[in-house]
C-alpha cells in the first residue's frame, strides 16, 4: 500500500498499486500549476482511499480536466481528465520508497527555456 500526502497534511491517501513509471508533463500549465513541471503517476481513481481530505479542492483548469491540491498549503496533489477513470498522482507526494521510474517526458516542445532534459526517457513533442 502506497501512501501519500500534502505537505500539511490536511489531505492523506493510500493507494494499493500504482502505475510503476512516471510521466513527467512539460506544458505551460502543469508549470505554471506546480512551479516547474508536474511529475505524476497513475491509478484507477475508485482505487484512491482518502484518509484525511479536509483540504481537498478541485480546480477545473479545462473543459476536459481538474486538478486536486491542499487550499491549506497548496500542494498540487492530482490531475483527473473528466472522462477518465483514473487518477494522476503526483509522485512527488508519495511515501518513499516509491520503486518508480521515470518513464516519458511529454509536451516537450512546451518546455521552460532554464532547463534541459537530461535523462534518457523518451521525449514526445505533444501528447
Known sequence: MLKGRCDCGKVRFEVPEVRK???IC???QCRRSS?????????PFKELQFTTDEGLT????????KRG???F???SLFYRMNT????????GCLESPTG????????????????????????????
Open 73 to 75: 498549503c497548496g500542494s
Open 69 to 71: 491540491f491542499c487550499r
Open 26 to 28: 512539460h506544458c505551460g
Open 58 to 65: 478541485w480546480y477545473e483548469s479545462s473543459d476536459f480536466a
Open 84 to 91: 477518465e477513470d483514473g487518477i494522476g498522482i503526483a509522485a
Open 100 to 127: 518508480l521510474e521515470i518513464g516519458k517526458h511529454i509536451f516537450v516542445k512546451d518546455k521552460g527555456d532554464y532547463y534541459d532534459i537530461t535523462d534518457d526517457a523518451p521525449q514526445i513533442q505533444k501528447f
Open 35 to 43: 512551479g516547474h513541471t508536474w511529475a505524476s503517476t497513475h491509478a
Open 21 to 23: 513509471t512516471v510521466t
